[in-house]
T-cell receptor, first 115, second 111 residues
Framework: NAGVTQTPKFQVLKTGQSMTLQCAQD?????MYWYRQDPGMGLRLIYY???????DKGEVPNGYNVSRLNKREFSLRLESAAPSQTSVYFC??????????????FGPGTRLTVL | GEDVEQSLFLSVREGDSSVINCTYT??????LYWYKQEPGAGLQLLTY?????DMKQDQRLTVLLNKKDKHLSLRIADTQTGDSAIYFC???????????FGSGTRLSIRP
């Protein structure tokens, strides 16, 4: 089992460029998440998908779109990158058990720099 | 509110105990977690406590929960260099899929 995989690991963009961050999980999890991590800010939820076919905004959705392509894959798109989107992006997945532990499993992250 | 607060840094001597503190604001939280992030990696669940418990012990780790003060702590006994990492406190509310993370505490170990 690879767990949660993310591509690419590193990316440099110019302001205004677009790109898609890819995430896949092989644990048959229902829920998937995208976070960004900035120094001193911890992890902030961008979007999440509680189950296949649904997506919801998190704390900081502006400037991003997501697609839950199937149960395994959840992509994050930046349509017009801005320097404020320079960050480390983490994808995570979990079983969606009502009232349950909801342990989240994280990918290794994508380090994005926008110039 | 949804804030989970932690101090940003902690430095301890190798072999001493480390205590990382966290406060949360929502008394309806069902699970509280400690995640560990090693350099260059994603987060991994270290331990957790259910809201009806006061304490949980797992080898060198002790989690204390004070529901009245909405305070959570993680004690690491006999701290080793391999414990150097960022530790995130997090809470889950009811049946929600979301988990709210704190800002993380960077633990550094000095010889």
């Amino acid at each position: 089992n690879a767990g949660v995989t993310q591509t690419p690991k590193f990316q440099v963009l110019k302001t205004g460029q677009s790109m898609t961050l890819q995430c896949a999980q092989d644990m048959n999890h229902n829920s998937m998440y995208w976070y960004r991590q900035d120094p001193g800010m911890g992890l902030r939820l961008i979007y999440y998908s509680a189950s296949e076919g649904t997506t919801d905004k998190g704390e900081v959705p502006n400037g991003y779109n997501v697609s839950r392509l199937n149960k395994r894959e959840f992509s994050l798109r930046l349509e017009s990158a801005a320097p404020s989107q320079t960050s480390v992006y983490f994808c995570a997945s979990s079983d969606r058990l009502a009232g349950g532990l909801n342990e989240q499993f994280f990918g290794p992250g994508t380090r994005l720099t926008v110039l | 509110g949804e804030d989970v607060e932690q101090s940003l840094f902690l430095s301890v001597r190798e072999g001493d105990s480390s205590v990382i503190n966290c406060t949360y604001t929502d008394s309806s939280s069902t699970y509280l977690y400690w995640y560990k992030q090693e350099p260059g990696a994603g987060l991994q669940l270290l331990t957790y406590i259910f809201s009806n418990m006061d304490m949980k012990q797992d080898q060198r780790l002790t989690v204390l929960l004070n529901k009245k003060d909405k305070h959570l702590s993680l004690r690491i006994a006999d701290t080793q260099t391999g414990d150097s990492a960022i530790y995130f406190c997090a809470e889950k509310k009811g049946s929600a899929s979301k988990i709210i993370f704190g800002s993380g505490t960077r633990l550094s170990i000095r010889p």
